[in-house]
């Protein structure tokens, strides 16, 4: 099934092939991506539609979920693998992202915070009788270990995704009170990506947060934790800006999301975003109906479509953005209408994966750029 699947995608894709934004990405030799539910890629999903269009659009993909620690961790030098060689393939073969000439974004070696989603529950319940020097080597195998697997595979990682607190705290930088920060203080973000780069010299190394991007006193945090980690020797390549937006976000030059680029590149670090979604009010459906999360009013969707094209043209004006990843690409397949009841239609394409207005901004923007 795997190799049938990688021969479906790739046949889809050549050097001849002239449609979709791909094309115009390659062109100002942009990373233009996608996170993906590797089940999907497996399952071939949509009769195929999936992972068509996935291939056919973009030219960087990040597993959604596979790569966080409580989905592969299961204990001490115990991991699950399955998934993400299925993308990257294990040591020594190629996965369907080789196979279809797309780079894959790591997400994510530290995620700081105490979730279920975010560490794995065991490591928590033996907190207690974990000593900070068994933390420390507890970290290091576990990044040496993930990401040298995946060894010149893997383009760039968010080393460490989400640290700081949703409100100021007296911790330093505001960090979150995780398991982390417990056993190591602050110096976990240093060793993190220490760690990663020995693991993996080549690969581009992120510090990743969510609601960062037009700064604010979390936006000043993150920049000191930029500025930290480089006193401190850490290899970081960038900050990573989710860009979970809404409509009422508009970007002025001068405003906060300006701001923000100007102090990322006063401090010569690249940017990159890293989980766009614009979710809009949709009509509410129940939520086993297959219009639940899908329509919109026009005018929602054409003002979609102008923040689409103008968050685009702002970061594409600037040298160091290496890439902007979307969390997803159609609306049949995104996060949106099950945490946010009421919104949703928030990706380029509808669910029946025909090109929206947004699309259009898109790719619109991309044929203007020069880079």
């Excluded at 995608?9 to 996170?35: D, H, K, Q, Y």
Aim: aromatic letters at 10%; proline letters at 5%.
């Amino acid at each position: 099934m795997i190799v049938i699947l990688a021969t479906m995608v790739a046949s889809m894709i050549s050097p001849n092939f002239s449609t979709g934004l791909r094309v115009e990405a390659e062109r100002i030799r942009l990373n233009l991506g996608s996170c993906a539910p590797i089940g999907l890629l497996r399952e071939n999903a949509d009769g195929g539609k999936y992972a068509v269009t996935l291939a056919r659009e973009m030219n960087l993909v990040e597993p959604e979920n596979e790569l966080k620690p409580p989905t592969l961790w299961r204990g001490i030098g115990q991991y699950d693998y399955t998934n993400p060689d299925f993308l990257k393939g294990d040591p020594g073969h190629k996965g369907l992202a080789q196979k279809n000439h797309m780079k894959v974004r790591g997400h994510v070696l530290v995620y700081a915070r105490d979730e279920g989603y975010t560490i794995p529950g065991w490591l928590l319940k033996s907190e207690s009788s974990i000593s900070s020097d068994q933390a420390k080597g507890i970290l290091r195998d576990y990044i040496h270990t993930v990401a040298g697997r995946y060894k010149g595979k893997i383009a760039m990682w968010d080393v460490v995704n989400e640290a700081v607190d949703d409100s100021p705290n007296k911790r330093p930088f505001n960090l979150r009170d995780s398991f982390w920060f417990r056993k190591l203080g602050p110096e976990f973000l240093v060793l993190a990506f220490k760690y990663a780069h020995e693991a993996d010299p080549k690969a581009e190394l992120y510090y990743n947060d969510y609601a960062i991007e037009n700064g604010g006193w979390k936006g000043e945090s993150v920049l000191q934790i930029a500025d930290y980690l480089k006193k401190e020797g850490a290899p970081i390549t960038g900050l990573g800006l989710q860009y979970h937006t809404v409509l009422r976000e508009v970007l002025r030059p001068g405003d906060g999301h300006y701001k923000m680029l100007d102090e990322i590149k006063a401090r010569k670090l690249a940017f990159m975003i890293t989980e766009l979604d614009l979710g809009i009010p949709v009509k509410e459906y129940p939520t086993n109906d297959p219009r639940h999360g899908l329509l919109a009013s026009s005018a929602d969707l054409k003002s979609q479509a102008e923040r689409y094209g103008d968050l685009f043209r702002v970061a594409l004006s600037y040298k160091n953005c290496h890439g902007i990843q979307m969390w997803g690409f159609t609306d049949r397949h995104s996060w949106i209408p099950g945490y946010e009841p009421g919104r949703g239609a928030a990706l380029l394409f509808d669910g029946d994966y025909q090109p929206k207005q947004a699309y259009f901004a898109v790719e619109k923007e991309l044929k203007k750029a020069h880079r």
